[in-house]
């Protein structure tokens, strides 16, 4: 049995570090880089790095010519140097790929992962947490896709091979990674319940990490888990059993970027085709907080005054993406960053909820910008195809045979895999999309690019404000700063809320 030795937030734990304020949300493919999750940690916060497909990011940097050196310094400090030599044997390429010359692909996730692929997401999530603990000691957490479970157990195992203090899991019931964190730490044998459509029987995704290893490696600390949720009925059931319960929750509301949960009841769409969220999709804090572990809030808590708002009602504090997402050392490729930045100076940024975007079923917010994937034109005239494939589902052939597929891959490959034709209606590759928005993204052998695809949260109010006070962009650290309260401006109901390490730090004036 494992028991918790977390106790509710109050201000005295905050003010010792035991809890962060500020949550920087673990975003899209590589758009919470290390750069961004070490600068917020430095600063006291939870900074956190996006554990999706880090195995491609690590391997497209490597190929990339890793020019700064910073993959192949994390790679030397690897606690088993054998693997860590033959990824880097296998992907790095000095002074950078021939200009126009696609990318090696990397293996698709499957249930019979060669020790190869496994290599190279353990190898890759140590790595991006290596980099963003590197030189302080500063909480750093990863955040993980519940529906990306074939990469889990590896990816978690990488990452705690780093000694990262917080795990982070939504876009779905994370009701095992408790127990999978408890295995981990110990090198034992883990398996995950898979999701598979139309299964007969029973199948899991399963790691043996000393199998991998070769065993002889300490006991590792095992993580904090933070789950993400929608709901207070959700918490209320991971919380009832020990094997279940995480440490903490960041419950996200529907103004929250990247993937949001359905609408509950029917379905109702909007005059401009999204979805309609109403009371019922907001959770019950109260009941949150009555299940008495801390919390945390997402989904336009831009500005002290909003992470005010959700201290006073029990929250330790908030989960904050665009914001960063839109900071310096963010992994957003600068061009479209910039882009974002002057649309949002001009008042024309646009964020829409788009209920078909994602092969998982759920609603997923984009951007609005010409020449990416929310653009109609650059839609159609992307050809369709699945090499990523993290989002593909996997589906039952016959009675313990699996198959995968994905709403965004060619239709008729879909259809003739049992797929349901209306699925593929406006389904795009966000896979390749948030890869090329953050540089990463592909060239095909005939010249063709993946276009990107951007994600934020539907609240633009703290941005817009932050650019108006940094014209010419902001850091993490100014972004952290913001929040707090750390600023010329800050209200005084805003400071009062904050813990006197905290309020030291603000200009004497803004006390009285």
């Known amino acids: 049995m494992r028991v918790s030795t977390l106790v509710p937030p109050t201000i005295e734990s905050v003010a010792d570090g035991r809890w962060p304020v500020i949550i920087q949300g673990g975003m899209g493919v590589a758009v919470s880089s290390w750069q961004l999750a070490r600068t917020v940690s430095q600063t006291g916060q939870l900074g956190v790095v996006s554990g999706t497909a880090l195995d491609v990011v690590i391997a497209r940097r490597l190929q990339d010519g890793d020019v700064d050196g910073d993959t192949r310094r994390a790679l030397q400090a690897f606690p088993v140097p054998a693997m860590a030599h033959r990824v880097l044997r296998r992907y ?14 990397v293996p698709k996730l499957s249930m019979r992962a060669s020790a190869a692929d496994l290599e190279l997401s353990v190898v890759a999530n140590f790595a991006e947490v290596w980099l963003a603990k590197e030189g302080h000691d500063g909480p750093v957490g990863i955040n993980f896709m519940e529906k990306i479970q074939l990469a889990t157990a590896s990816a978690a195992y990488g990452a705690m091979l780093a000694d990262v203090d917080y795990v982070l899991m939504g876009a779905g019931i994370p009701a095992e990674i408790p127990r999978l964190l408890d295995r981990l730490a110990a090198h034992e044998p883990c398996s995950l319940n898979l999701h598979v459509a139309g299964a007969t029987v029973g199948y899991t995704a399963d790691f043996d990490p000393e199998d991998l290893t070769g065993g002889g490696l300490a006991p590792l600390r095992r993580p904090t888990f933070l789950a993400i949720v929608s709901a207070h009925v959700l918490a209320a059931y991971l919380s009832r059993e020990d094997a279940t319960r995480p440490d903490g929750f960041i419950v996200e509301g529907p103004r929250a970027g990247g993937h949001n949960a359905p609408a509950r009841g029917r379905p109702v769409l909007d005059d401009d085709g999204q979805p309609v969220f109403g009371p019922r999709d907001e959770a019950d804090l109260d009941k949150v907080a009555a299940i008495g572990l801390p919390f945390w809030l997402a989904g336009g808590y831009a500005s002290a005054e909003q992470v005010a708002h959700a201290r006073s009602a029990g929250a330790a504090g908030v989960q904050v993406g665009t914001l960063f997402a839109l900071c310096a050392e963010s992994g957003l490729d600068p061009t479209l960053r910039q882009e974002m930045l002057t649309e949002l100076g001009a008042g024309r940024l646009g964020v829409r909820t ?8 759920f609603p997923f917010k984009v951007v609005s910008l010409p020449q990416t994937l929310s653009d109609a034109q650059t839609y159609a005239a992307r050809p369709r195809l699945c090499d990523l494939s993290y989002l593909r589902i996997p589906f039952e052939r016959e ?33 390749n999309g948030l890869a090329a928005a953050a540089g990463l993204g592909q060239t095909r052998r005939n010249g063709y690019s993946e276009p990107p695809i951007v994600t934020l949260g539907a609240d633009l109010d703290g941005v817009a ?35 006197v390490p905290v309020a030291a730090r603000l200009k004497p004036e803004a006390l009285d």
């Open 92 to 105: 790095f390429r000095k002074g950078g790929r021939t200009p126009g010359k696609p990318y090696i692909p």
């Open 354 to 361: 788009d209920p078909l975007a994602s092969p998982t079923g």
């Open 399 to 431: 009675p313990g045979t699996v198959g995968y597929r994905c709403p965004a891959e060619p239709v008729h490959t879909y259809v003739r895999k049992g797929g349901d034709l209306a699925d593929t209606i406006g389904a795009k590759c966000v896979c």
């Open 465 to 499: 404000k932050m650019l108006s006070d940094f014209p010419a962009g902001w850091t993490a650290a100014q972004g952290v700063d913001h929040l707090l309260g750390i600023c010329e401006g800050a209200s005084t109901d805003a400071l009062k809320h904050f813990d």
